[in-house]
């Protein structure tokens, strides 16, 4: 076995940042609410072959890798700020075959993609099922399905297997069929693109987990195809400009699947849209049968892209400022992490702060049975013994959900009072944000009555964990749309021009993937694109940060912090998310509107870190392990695939 000590100083780099990030990952599972118990640890998509894993004693880097200078990755301010961007990743050689006595599920485009792949499908002997949204297309192998009904999706799954076979392999072509203008579309057309795309996608991959579970052995695929320009919006220019933003729901949600499905190949497909069919057509056919284990895979010109993050210099000030007269609205803004950023600005530049929950405004005094307590037991007791004056059948559900309520009261006053007390002025608003036309009133009444927004921070999120096969569709449905439809109505309804900043609060998961947040990662992936669009349209800094969880007031028991200290993991402490919040806002027009923030205060990137006992043989997201050598140093990880982490990483 090879120790790290011995590997060269840019392997260390490289494999300790790959081990930061996947610690991010695992510790946003803990932050943003855990699986529920029988789903924890279930095998990891990129979990190595055993004999891979055992014969993985030295790390598999190519010594000559630019050593990134790792000052611009960990910043002053103990964060890293990092971009994806489009890199050529040639296709390995590997191939895999998909079984031909199963069949391929190919939903319709219905521009020509579905029926010429079809065909090449049938001329190499694969069988085959279209499915047509239009009613009136069924036929032969063409089932007609409008795939957004869970019950009609597995029945349609179902009818197929029994009139053709086994299904082996899902090639969702519908995000490919003609792209709405983004500019043109409304409400609507938006939701009902969202669900054509990304909620089907759900649909399917829920009804198709059996039949492509038990195809391991037969090439199981699932693949989805955009059209956001062949590199999913990240590349600069007019291409950028009319990406339909809607589409990045559809690689948010597989990077997930991929993670949850160990033993199906998982493809987000982007391509250029206005590539001619025949083009297009030959691209899918033969990445269909591309063995890597990249999830994010597009074409450009004819050349195979991929998306790898990259870092961002140290931010700089540009002449940057609002003042005590401006108006800020921030979405979820009276509690969490967009509280933090709101006091932020608060003590910086008193501005007016509009603040959005769904929660009623509390009562500006708490009762005195419960003000003077603090520990969750005391509190307990004591709203027990206020419910049950009421109501002597009180159950411990009803006191767990009364207790929830006043710790959120609790956070929304303390946020409300130290915002005044930093010498802004508060509105609280009650509403949902789902409800656009609400949320649309809002903004009409503010322009109204201040005649001007300044700033806005969309921080309002939900997420409720759970793995595909287990998430229900109104739960799918809540995640989704309380970022997506808000997000869209704050596009619609903002008087872009005027805005000074706007920043979209999304997740590593979205940008990365994770267990259990497939419909959380395809809502902040729609997200992070249509801010990459809107900022395309906005003279000043519009961006969506991906934010790596942060050690935030109430997100983190003391129990929680205490694990990850033993474990050496940072979490973004919230003094430096303010300040990477208060810089992010500083960045020219011009900087990517990705932006992925994490926290590395405290953690060395440059050299291995002495592993703390309780890391030893931790699991890690990704199927990475770290083991604890005599001398207390890690020894090895997961062996690096070139294929997968090269490409990814070789620009640091
Ligand atoms: N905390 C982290 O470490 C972390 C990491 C990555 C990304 N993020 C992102 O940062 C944002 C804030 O996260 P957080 O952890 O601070 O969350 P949080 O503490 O749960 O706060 C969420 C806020 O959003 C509001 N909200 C939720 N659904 C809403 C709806 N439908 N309409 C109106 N308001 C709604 C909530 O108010 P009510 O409950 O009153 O509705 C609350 O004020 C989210 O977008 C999340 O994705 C956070």
Not at 154 to 179: E, F, Y
Request: charged residues 25%; neutral net charge.
């Amino acid at each position: 076995m090879e120790p790290v000590s011995r590997t060269a100083a840019a392997g260390r780099v490289l494999v300790d940042f790959q081990s930061v990030m996947e610690q991010f990952l695992e510790i946003e599972q803990h932050v943003l609410g855990l699986y529920s118990r029988h789903e924890t640890r279930v095998p990891s998509a990129r979990r190595e072959p055993r004999e891979r894993r055992a014969a993985g004693s030295s790390l598999s880097l190519p010594l000559n890798l630019p050593v990134p200078d790792t000052s611009t990755i960990a910043q002053p301010g103990g964060v890293m700020r990092l971009t994806p961007r489009a890199v050529m990743r040639p296709a390995p050689e590997t191939r895999v075959a998909l079984a031909r006595d199963h069949v391929v599920l190919l939903t319709d485009d219905g521009r020509g993609v579905c029926t010429g792949l079809a065909d090449r499908l049938r001329a190499t002997g694969h069988r085959v099922a279209i499915v047509s949204r239009e009613r009136d297309g069924a036929a032969g192998d063409t089932y007609y399905s409008a795939l957004d009904s869970e019950a009609d999706v597995d029945r349609l799954v179902q009818q197929i297997a029994s009139d053709r076979g086994p299904i082996a392999a899902l090639v969702h072509l519908v995000p490919l069929s003609a792209t709405p203008r983004f500019d043109d579309v409304d409400v609507a057309a938006w939701t009902d693109r969202l669900a054509a795309e990304t909620r089907s996608l759900f649909l399917l991959a829920k009804a198709l987990r059996a039949p492509l579970q038990g195809a391991a052995g037969s090439g199981a695929l699932v693949a989805a195809v955009t059209a956001m320009g062949g590199a999913f919006g990240c590349e600069h220019g007019a291409a950028a400009h009319d990406i339909f933003p809607g589409s990045g729901g559809v690689a948010g949600f597989l990077k997930c699947l991929a993670l949850e499905w160990p033993t199906v190949r998982v493809k987000a497909i982007d391509v250029d849209g206005s590539d001619a069919l025949d083009v297009l057509t030959r691209q899918i056919f033969e990445e269909l049968w591309i063995a890597d284990t990249s999830v994010e895979v597009g074409y450009i010109g004819g050349r195979r892209m991929g998306l790898e993050m990259s870092p961002l210099p140290a931010t700089t000030a540009h002449p940057f400022a609002i003042g005590s007269d401006s108006v800020v609205l921030a979405t979820g803004g009276a509690r969490g992490i967009t509280a933090e950023v709101c006091l932020e600005l608060a003590e910086r530049y008193q501005p007016t702060f509009v603040l959005v929950g769904r929660s009623p405004l509390p009562e500006p005094l708490e009762r005195p049975d419960t003000s003077s307590l603090t520990s969750s037991s005391d509190l307990k007791k004591a709203l027990a013994q206020r419910l049950r004056a009421g109501d002597p059948r009180v159950t411990p559900v009803t006191v767990e959900k009364a207790y929830q309520r006043l710790i959120r009261e609790r956070e929304v006053r303390r946020t409300m009072s130290a915002l005044v007390a930093a010498g802004s002025r508060v509105h609280y608003v009650a509403l949902d944000v789902q409800d656009w036309r609400a949320l649309g009133t809002l903004i009409d009444d503010i322009y109204a009555a201040y005649g001007r927004i300044d700033g806005v921070i969309h921080g309002a999120g939900v997420i409720e964990d759970k793995l595909v096969e287990h998430k229900t569709v109104e739960s799918f449905d809540r995640v989704f749309a309380t970022k997506t439809i808000s997000a869209f109505a704050l596009s619609r309804q903002l008087r872009l021009e005027s805005l000074r900043f706007a920043v979209f609060f999304t997740s590593v998961a979205g940008r990365f993937g994770n267990r259990g947040q497939a419909d959380y990662a395809a809502a902040n992936e729609v997200v992070n694109k249509l801010a990459r669009v809107i900022s395309l349209r906005c003279p000043n800094r519009v961006c969506a940060v991906n934010w790596a969880p942060w050690d935030a007031t109430g997100m983190v028991t003391p129990e929680l912090r205490r694990e990850f200290e033993q474990r050496g993991v940072s979490l973004l402490q919230p003094v430096d998310g303010r300040r990477a919040f208060w810089e992010e806002i500083q960045q020219q027009a011009s900087d990517p509107a990705e932006v992925v923030i994490a926290g590395v205060r405290g953690m060395t990137l440059s050299a291995p870190a002495p592993v703390p006992p309780a890391v030893q043989s931790l699991p890690l997201l990704n199927g990475a392990q770290r083991r604890s050598g005599a001398a207390g140093a890690v020894q090895y990880m997961r062996p690096l695939d070139p294929a997968v982490d090269l490409p990814r990483l070789s620009r640091w």
